[in-house]
């Protein structure tokens, strides 16, 4: 099922039972003690806009977690996506969980087998002066500067968790 095309050249599959089932096992069984539920958004699967200068690069995280936004949009509609640059900040922890063919832009830096020199965000082929959006490692951590990454690789039961310190992961 991983090989089946998606209407974006850029998304290589399409999501399986498990990528369902386990970010709303996290939503559903979060609280935050010093905030109110209508003080913290959990997303899934939804879009996250991360850079002013190029408004429609985003990622879709598996599951994130922003604190001191609202649930709701405007107090009273579904968020349809998270636009860091209006919220005025990033989420504080996302997780996601590796699927075959994404593990090198999840894991970034850390991809096994990845060399010192892992790719940054690369120039179009075609001659273009445009660059192409990071991958997601680099995403969480030098655009959005996410405290807490967390990934889980089913296939293994390997479990990573990354904190920023200082200015790197």
Not at 74 to 84: A, E
Not at 85 to 95: A, I, L, M
Not at 114 to 142: C, H, I, M, Q, W
């Amino acid at each position: 099922m991983y090989d089946l095309p998606s209407e974006f050249p850029e998304e290589p599959g399409l999501p399986d039972e498990y990528h369902d089932l386990h970010p709303q096992l996290l939503s559903r069984t979060l609280t935050l003690a010093q905030y109110s539920r209508e003080d913290w958004f959990t997303g899934s699967d939804l879009n996250v806009y991360y850079d002013v200068q190029h408004p429609l690069w985003h990622k879709r995280p598996d599951w994130f977690l922003a604190v001191g936004v609202p649930r709701l949009y405007d107090g009273d509609d579904l968020r349809r996506s998270y636009v860091v640059w209006q919220e005025g900040r990033s989420p504080e922890v996302v997780v996601e969980l590796l699927s075959p063919g994404t593990e090198q832009g999840d894991l970034g830096r850390f991809f096994e087998g990845a060399d010192a020199d892992f790719p940054s965000p690369a120039l179009e082929g075609n001659g273009s002066s445009e660059r192409l959006p990071p991958e997601k490692f680099t995403v969480y951590e030098r655009y959005l500067r996410v405290p807490y990454y967390v990934v889980f690789n089913r296939y293994s039961g390997v479990l990573r968790f990354f904190q920023l310190v200082g200015g790197a992961g």
